[in-house]
């Protein structure tokens, strides 16, 4: 055809998709189903129960020895066989995922997180033993899959874990010998004038992981336990009633053992909610607000097809900022994880377009230290009239659950360029947890463990 591989999958995947109430993917991958057969690919499995679509993509990736180079499901190899496996798996994921937004968030944990784990620990074992420990082949729920998995990668020496923000301890739970001049995070949400929605979405990226046989616990913020709280939102939420029940879920702190093969410890030891450390306030509407914009949002998917090749990409590119992001408070660190994110969802889905229109140069540099090179991106986008067709990036970035963490004045002064694109919740001001973050003292990393 004279195109590149990425221009041929986008025209494919425009005609496929081009009416929503007869997808033709399906018919598609027909033509790839004896190589996917004969690879052992449960075609069945992922069409009769498309939550188990991601999980047999790492199934067919690890048993084959491919996860590294062929995560993206692009067809590039050598092999033609893998070729027509990851170009069905493709197809099949692509039609699956226009009623399934969760899909993405669970493509990034499961795929994208361990295959870039895998490649910094250059460890076997992360495959061979991490993926069973941590559920990453069974449909558990993404929050335990990420906290699974930093209990085993926690075990490993060599894996510092610096893709998460290491926090001190719970006030609750602390030392008699505690720094007094160190604000904990269940002090920064026990206030008062803290609302119950603040409380919720401040305790949902928290997660603790337990030596076992030991007093002893490293407390964690990361924003891979975010994007699995959204992913676990969508994959069983629609209802107001639903996404109150994940919300309560998510908000929970749980205590995941260390992997320690000498005393057997394995899977969460511990939940805490810390929003009952508050006396409720008959007047604070906050959590329902909280939920009525997340319906809201779940609502504008439309139409926001991501292939996996783009999505695996941003997730290498997050992976790699995130241990570069440098703050001396939760809040910025936070806002700075957020911005890298959505920084890397412009770049990545800005080279989708080059095929239907003229796409300005983008600075291509991770965001890691400020919000300048994001804004400025989006400032470029919006000049060449394509902010409409960042449709991943625009509605990722209007999840409520995400604006809890940008700064009150992101839509102020020289960032108004982002209401051109993004929409502001109403409710911001009652989610937003920036400064309240902002108070609470981070740890270095290679700090002995206290309480």
């Not at 250059?122 to 991490?130: A, F, K, S, T, V």
């Not at 085993?152 to 610096?162: M, N, P």
């Not at 939420?237 to 992997?259: A, F, N, P, V």
């Not at 949002?297 to 097809?305: Q, S």
Request: proline share 3%; with cysteine.
């Amino acid at each position: 055809m004279g195109l590149s591989l990425r221009s041929q999958i986008n025209i494919l995947q425009n005609y496929m998709l081009g009416d929503n109430d007869n997808p033709k993917s399906l018919a598609y991958v027909d033509v790839f189903l004896s190589h996917m057969y004969v690879s052992q690919i449960d075609y069945e499995l992922i069409v009769n129960n498309p939550r188990m679509c991601n999980i047999v993509i790492l199934l067919y990736l690890v048993r084959n020895g491919i996860l590294n180079n062929s995560y993206l499901l692009f067809p590039n190899s050598e092999d033609a066989g893998i070729n027509a496996c990851v170009t069905g798996l493709t197809l099949l994921f692509m039609e699956k995922q226009r009623t399934n937004p969760s899909f993405v968030f669970d493509y990034m944990l499961r795929i994208g997180y361990i295959r870039n784990v895998y490649v910094t620990s250059n460890n076997n074992d992360i495959l061979e033993r991490m993926c069973p420990y941590a559920g990453a082949f069974q449909d558990v729920s993404l929050k335990s899959l990420v906290g699974m998995s930093m209990g085993y990668l926690a075990s490993q020496k060599g894996y510092d874990l610096k893709e998460h923000i290491l926090v001190y301890g719970l006030s609750s739970a602390a030392k008699e010998r505690r720094k007094d001049d160190i604000v904990r995070i269940d002090d920064a949400f026990g206030t008062d004038d803290v609302k119950g929605a603040q409380r919720t979405v401040g305790f949902i990226p928290l997660c603790a992981l337990k030596y076992a046989g030991k007093n002893e616990s490293r407390l964690y913020y990361s924003m891979f336990n975010l994007l699995a709280a959204i992913g676990q939102i969508l994959k069983n939420g629609t209802s107001k009633h639903e996404i109150q029940i994940e919300l309560d879920k998510m908000q929970l702190l749980r205590y995941y053992s260390i992997l320690d093969e000498s005393t057997k410890a394995t899977g969460i030891e511990e939940e805490l909610d810390l929003t009952e450390m508050a006396d409720d306030d008959e007047n604070d509407n906050s959590v329902e607000h909280l939920v009525e914009s997340i319906q809201a949002w779940i609502g504008k998917y439309d139409k926001c097809i991501i292939p996996p090749y783009t999505i695996g990409r941003i997730m290498g590119r997050f992976y790699s900022t995130a241990p570069q992001i440098k703050n001396r408070r939760l809040g910025d660190t936070m806002y700075q994880s957020v911005i890298s994110l959505l920084n890397a969802c412009l770049l990545e889905e800005s080279l989708e377009l080059l095929d239907e229109c003229d796409v300005p140069r983008l600075n291509n540099s991770n965001a890691t230290n400020s919000d300048k090179i994001f804004f400025n991106n989006l400032k470029k986008i919006v000049v060449a009239g394509i902010g409409d067709k960042m449709k991943f990036t625009k509605w990722l970035a209007e999840c409520p659950l995400m604006q809890a963490f940008f700064t009150p004045n992101f839509w102020n002064g020289r960032q108004e360029i982002a209401g051109r694109v993004i929409e502001r919740n109403q409710h911001f001001e009652e989610v937003s947890v920036y400064e309240i973050l902002n108070q609470v003292g981070l740890r270095i990393h290679r700090e002995p463990v206290e309480g």
